[in-house]
Structures are given as C-alpha cells and as structure tokens.
Nanobody
C-alpha cells in the first residue's frame, strides 16, 4: 500500500505564491513518477506537472509552464509543487499522485497513476 499525504494550499491573492507538499510512505520503492493534478470548480481533473522519482525528468502542462515548479526530496520521500504568479484560473483542488509505470516523459494522464493524495484547496482571489 501507498499513502500520499498532502499539505499546503490555502487562499492567496493573484500574483502570489504557494507551495504544496506531498509526502509518500509505504511502498515507495514502487514509485516511478509523481504527478500533480487539479480539479477546478465544475470542471474535470486536469494534469499540472509530473516528475520521475529520480528527479531527472519533469513535465508541465502549458497552463502552468514557467510559473510552477515540481521537485522532489528523495530523503524525505516528498514531492513539492511551487506555484508562482498565481492566477484566478489556478483555483482548484490539487491532488498529488504516484505512478509505478515507467513512462517517458513522466505521465500526464490520471489513468496512469496508482495512488492519490487527499486533495488540497488552492483559492486565488483578485
């Protein structure tokens, strides 16, 4: 089993920054990649960013490229999503997820992920 526990998030003004964390425990040896997804109000879940567990490769959606950075701390089994220049349209529930599939680049489809965090709300206000 795998447990993914998220922290961070909250309310921020447009243009501000937030950092999300996702701590993995359990069968971490099976992780090949980690990803972040988000679900805006009334919309479907969408891909944000992904990273191989080695940290070597990253992949971003066009919507966040240049503003968000995904990274990992191997010693802490934690993945981060640093978000800068936040926009109103970044408001969503954010989810982290782990994948055991050896995709390259790291996967961007929710179906390619095995375990999910509990979700955390990010609200960007004007």
């Amino acid at each position: 089993q795998m447990q993914l526990v998220q922290s961070g998030g909250g309310l921020v003004q447009a243009g501000g920054s937030l950092r999300l964390s996702c701590a993995a425990s359990g069968r971490t040896f099976s992780i090949y990649a980690m990803g972040w997804f988000r679900q805006p109000p009334g919309k479907e879940r969408e891909f944000v960013a992904s990273i191989t567990w080695t940290g070597i490769r990253t992949y971003y959606s066009d919507a966040v490229k240049g503003r968000f950075t995904i990274s990992r701390d191997g010693a802490e089994n934690t993945v981060y999503l640093q978000m800068h220049s936040l926009k109103l349209e970044d408001t969503a529930v954010y989810y982290c997820a782990s994948s055991s599939g050896q995709y390259s680049p790291p996967p961007d489809r929710s179906s390619e992920y095995d375990y999910w965090g509990q979700g955390t709300q990010v609200t960007v206000s004007s």
